[in-house]
């Protein structure tokens, strides 16, 4: 089996313990850069050459061989510039799922499979077994989200040894082993952007140009930004509106228009959105492809909350009602559906209403 | 499992006589610069060293000047000799180990060099020709020439003689890094006629640590290292006795040895060599045919990533190399298979299996019970990532 370390705590446990079981193990790191920084700016990413130190020294103490792949072209070409795309497009993608589904689980797992591996493993907190993913024992950890879009054939060939454990948990089992990462902070944010400044990584790549911000209610300009990629729906912070909405209440993203540069705010009311339209769907659970409606749950951020619905399946599109209206839902997100703690399948957010 | 380490030309086990010659100054104090008679006896057995090492590889004692090994060696030839000259231009082989192409950028970076590139073959060798015309293009203006005596990756051995005279005619310093050629070539330093020659330890069975810069009378490099003065004031630094006392015992026993070694491994080589073929018909050895390194083979592997054939025969008990890594542990295409006129892919998929003194046939017979089917699963694998991409 091949275990993927980021040179975090996680997959450094899920290496030993998939070792412990008898397993023959093999440890990789990804290369995600062609020119990683050399030290942990803060505490984000698994793009450093410490991060691969780090991984490389959990190997020698579990025991098992250590290399590292050279994914940079790959994670450039399907993570990063699609997170570019995404943003240009006026949608907010997740470049964690988006590595999950292109890199994790296809490139390097179809690599594996013809060197004559089995499985690959990561350090991610969720269940798996037999084939159906589930959320992880610790709900605050839990990243069945960001797996919700792997297909029923990626998850065959997937193990997940961490999710009966709290993150507590694996930490204080990092230390019993012997693992220097049992106190390595947990990695936040995007990690191909060293500093956090998502605006300032997209402005560089797509060129700051000033456009209009539009009161929805009104139709007047009710202020300027610098690029229309630099905002997410639902978002209230940093829109930097001069003047007072009519009614006095604080104003929130509702759309961004990418070709006209425009974007729209209003009241939290209009932000809320009861159907949902997602593209590429991926049925993966035990559960039939819902040809006629079904009752489940959605998901529609990471870590974000969930909402009773019905959702079906029509053409190559997924019509999710939700029960109770949900506010922020941008497009670019997943929704993954969930049967209880059970991930029955996703789709790519196109639009809402 | 046993193993079969085909990987001495990035370190070879020591030999039992330096391994013997080094533990016995281990237990031993000693400052060689010392005036007393601890000091003096530790000096002795620096100074039987160095003649032990200037006997066996045909130069003067006082010509042997210790580094801690062939990279600090290549950096105080290059840098030394650039600063000693005064004048720009620095003719390095575009095949050169990164110890020597690596000072020769830093300088041009940094202190207003140029780092010429002298190109070679399709086979990885200079031609005389091609020194020749580099230097007419301003011969007052190059500070010196730096063309290793055998490459590392390809094994490729170039005509010292011939270039180290093209560069006296216009009395141009001339630089060798010679750390492969000891020990499997017949290597005179008087008769090359280089002025400055790298030697390493642990590459001829000595250990790690410790090398030499063999340097001409008259031949006064610009120290790198500045300090007590040891070493004709070019390379301060205590002393490390015991390192070079096994250092020089390598030297002397590899190089008494020599002609049966390369005999053994050259027979060794071939045999690799046709059995890959044999399992893996398109196979292409790289280097050239005849002139090189007894312990050399390399290949590349149509269609396969190196570093994947790599993992798939160190888990089946071979180790091997792909010839180039950088820090990160990301592979790199070869510059030296590049400069050979070899496209990025071929260059990617190669492999430098190097033989050494403890190599047997049992570890060409392990290569050759398991390539043909580790070739197999890297070809697949190479075919999954580009059909992804």
Not at chain 1, 69 to 88: I, L, P, T
Not at chain 1, 103 to 109: G, H, S
Not at chain 1, 234 to 247: C, M, N, S, T, Y
Request: glycine share 10%.
């Amino acid at each position: 089996m091949l275990a993927a370390m980021s040179g975090g705590v996680d997959s450094a446990v899920a290496a030993a313990r998939i070792a412990e079981a008898g397993h023959d193990v093999t440890g990789i790191h990804l290369a995600l850069s062609s020119n990683p920084q050399s030290y942990r700016t803060g505490a984000r990413g698994c793009c450093t050459l410490e991060d691969s130190r780090d991984a490389r020294r959990a190997a020698d103490v579990i025991g098992i061989p250590f290399y590292v792949w050279d994914m940079a072209e790959r994670f450039h070409h399907d993570v990063v510039e699609d997170f570019v795309n995404e943003y240009a497009a006026g949608r907010t993608p997740n470049p964690c799922l988006r590595c999950n589904e292109k890199i994790k689980f296809e490139a390097v797992l179809d690599r594996a499979l013809a060197l004559g591996f089995d499985a690959v493993a990561t350090g991610h907190h969720a269940r798996l077994s037999d084939g159906v993913l589930r959320r992880s024992v610790d709900e605050g950890k839990d990243q069945s989200y960001v797996l919700g879009v792997l297909t029923r054939k990626q998850l065959a060939h997937a193990i997940f040894p961490l999710g009966d454990s709290t993150k507590a948990e694996v930490r204080a089992e990092a230390a019993r082993r012997g693992l220097a990462v049992a106190d390595k902070p947990d990695s936040h944010d995007v990690c191909f952007i060293a500093d956090g400044d998502t605006r300032a990584f997209l402005s560089e790549r797509l060129g700051a140009s000033e456009g209009p911000i539009v009161d929805a209610l009104t139709g007047q300009v009710v202020g300027s930004h610098e690029g229309a990629f630099g905002f997410t729906i639902g978002q209230r912070k940093g829109l930097h509106i001069d003047r007072p909405a009519g009614d006095g209440r604080p104003r929130y993203v509702l759309s961004i228009e990418p070709v006209s540069n425009t974007v729209t705010v209003g009241p939290r009311t209009s932000l809320e959105v009861r159907g949902i339209v997602g593209e590429r769907p991926v049925w993966n659970g035990p559960v039939p492809e819902p040809y006629e409606p079904i009752r489940c749950t959605v998901q529609l951020r990471a870590h974000g909350e969930v909402y009773g619905c019905r959702a079906q399946l029509s053409g190559d599109l997924l019509h999710i009602e939700l029960d109770t209206p949900a506010t922020g839902v941008a497009p670019g997100q997943g929704a993954v559906l969930y049967d209880g703690e059970t991930v029955i399948g996703s789709a790519t957010i196109a639009s809402a209403v | 499992m046993g193993t079969a380490y085909l990987d001495h030309a990035s370190t070879t086990p020591m030999l039992p006589e330096a391994l013997e010659a080094m533990t016995a100054q281990l237990g031993q104090v000693g400052n060689a610069s010392s005036l007393h008679a601890t000091g003096r006896r530790t000096r002795r057995v620096v100074e039987e060293s160095r003649e032990t090492i200037a006997s066996a590889l045909g130069a003067r004692p006082s010509e042997v000047v210790f580094t801690a090994g062939g990279t600090e060696a290549d950096n105080l030839a290059i840098k030394g000799l650039f600063w000693a000259r005064k004048r720009p231009r620095v003719l390095v082989s575009a095949v050169e180990h990164h110890a020597a192409l690596d000072p020769a950028h830093w300088l041009a970076e940094n202190h207003g060099a140029t780092a010429e590139l002298l190109e070679v073959d399709e086979h990885g060798r200079v031609h005389p020709d091609t020194l020749r015309a580099a230097i007419e293009r301003d011969p007052e203006g190059v500070a010196l020439v730096s063309v290793m005596w055998a490459n590392n990756e390809v094994g490729t051995v170039q005509p010292i003689k011939a270039l180290a005279a093209i560069a006296h005619e216009y009395g141009i310093p001339f630089h060798t890094d010679a750390v492969q050629a000891v020990a499997q070539l017949p290597v005179s330093f008087a008769e090359s006629g280089v002025d400055a020659m790298t030697v390493s330890g642990h590459k001829v069975g000595g250990p790690i640590g410790v090398g030499a810069l063999l340097l001409a009378r008259g031949v006064d490099p610009v120290p790198v290292l500045h300090g007590g003065g040891q070493e004709r004031d070019v390379r301060s630094g205590t002393l490390d006795a015991p390192a070079i006392a096994g250092f020089a015992a390598a030297v002397r026993a590899a190089v008494d040895r020599r002609a049966d070694t390369a005999e053994r491994l050259s027979i060794l080589r071939d045999d690799l060599i046709c059995r890959v073929r044999k399992a893996v018909p398109d196979v292409i050895v790289n280097g050239h045919p005849t002139e090189r390194l007894p312990g050399n083979a390399h290949f590349s592997f149509p269609g396969c990533e190196g570093d994947a054939l790599l993992m798939l025969l160190d888990a089946r008990g071979v180790e091997c190399s792909t010839g180039s890594a950088c820090s990160a542990g990301v592979a790199q295409p070869s510059h030296v298979l590049l400069a050979m006129g070899q496209d990025g892919a071929r260059a990617r998929g190669s492999l430098r299996f190097s033989l050494g003194h403890t190599s047997t046939v049992a570890d060409v017979e392990r290569v050759a019970e398991v390539i043909g089917m580790v070739v197999e699963r890297a070809r697949r694998a190479g075919l999954t990532s580009v059909s992804g991409g």
